[in-house]
């Protein structure tokens, strides 16, 4: 029998594009008493793909869905509520869900009265809502990234056996005190800001995101010591431009601001991920130079190394400025380690272009990069341009930096061999049982024998060997 809708309110790519200078809400999370037990007896599973932020979004809708009684399991026919926080950034992300959509239409068979939901960056699409609703009747809970809260409300209704659809095209507002259920002990992601006003040429975060919106500094500072208190090790701080953080805030306190204030914090390490290249700063170089508990690592998307590509890409910065400010990083934080992010075949990219982002990667030394092949996506400018490349023209220019990328990567974790580094211990390596791992201060996965008792601390390892995608050494 078809399912009728509880709620029914789809997205709209053209309001999401509007910034209408509406003042951000904080508003204090807490759990309707109604909805309270709806849980009980029940068991959830989310599956989490794309970022960072998604992988901080499903945190604390674990923590929502347990507050509410569910427990989490590991296996999807052992779930009650088996929830898909999908990403849009690139078209193989999307084509890899309704992958997964069309698999999981086989367990809904086996186990009727399991729950299915969809949620995360894709569902602010119109297309993909559309597609979902036609070739997706099995699937029962919508809901975007705006409404992550509301998850007490769609579960009730799909209780109800009702369907719910609700995506909200909004700016967006910041939730505070909502529960959260981190998977790993020691190492923590802490959203420090919302959203992206950037608006790059070819991504599609500003649209599902909403805009940029800080959280307090005192919320995030209370944070990041309560996560210190409960013994955690690291933390991330993340944002789309974690740069940008402040500047809506109107009370003079920047990203730098912020940073000096964290290193006074006693947590051993803290990251931060996502930089953007015009507002990256001396301030915050000047930020990074205390060291202690900011580690030098710094993940810079760069993007392209042709001034004429990065224009039409929005970037607002050329390949000259980015050298730059390394040059001005690397100096005042000697042996800090640079990743970055750069997207090939970029609409009309000419091989001299490319050749362009070759001799920054060169001038730079990346020591690791994601790289892409471009991808049009439907309501963003560029995927208007025209782009007569064939798909093997493509994918060549990928495997060219990519080689060299890797040449560097290797390069920069050579320059180990022989130290003795810090180590934050992980986990016993996937690939081998005998093994611990874990990431130095520099962010280079390690792999060393020891007792499975080191896991979550700080040790002190020799590096024997350096390969590309890893160090090989022994505890010291
Ligand atoms: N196609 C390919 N790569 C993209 N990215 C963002 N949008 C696209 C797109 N349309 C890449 C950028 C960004 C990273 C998170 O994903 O490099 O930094
Ligand atoms: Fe996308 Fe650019 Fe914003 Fe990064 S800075 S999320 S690439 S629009």
Redesign the pocket.
Known sequence: MKKEYGINNKPDLNLARKRLGRETKIIDFKIDDVYLGIGDGKTYLIKTYGCQGNLSDSGKMSGILEALGFTRVEEEIDADFILFNTCAIRENAENRIFGELGRIKKIKKQKPDLIIGICGCMMQEEATIEKIQKKCPHVDVIFGTHNIVKLPEYLSIALNNKKSLEVMSIEGDIYENVPNVRDHPYKAWVDIMYG?D???TY?I??YTRGKERSRMPKDIINEVQQLADLGYKEVTLLG??VDAYGKDLNINYTFSDLLVDLNKINIPRIRFT?S?PRDFDDTTIAAMALGGNIMPHLHL?VQSGNDEVLKRMNRKYTSGEYIEKMNKLKESVPGISITTDIIVAFPGETEEQFQDTMKLVDAIEFEGAFTFIYSPRIGTPAAKYPNPLTEDEKKQRLLTLNKKINEYTLKGNKRFEGEIVEVLVDGISKTDADMLTGYTRHNKLINFKGPKELIGQIVSVKVKRSFTWHLLGELE
Request: charged share 10%; glycine share 0%.
């Open positions: 992206c950037e608006f790059c991504c975060v500003p789309q431009n996502t953007h998307p």
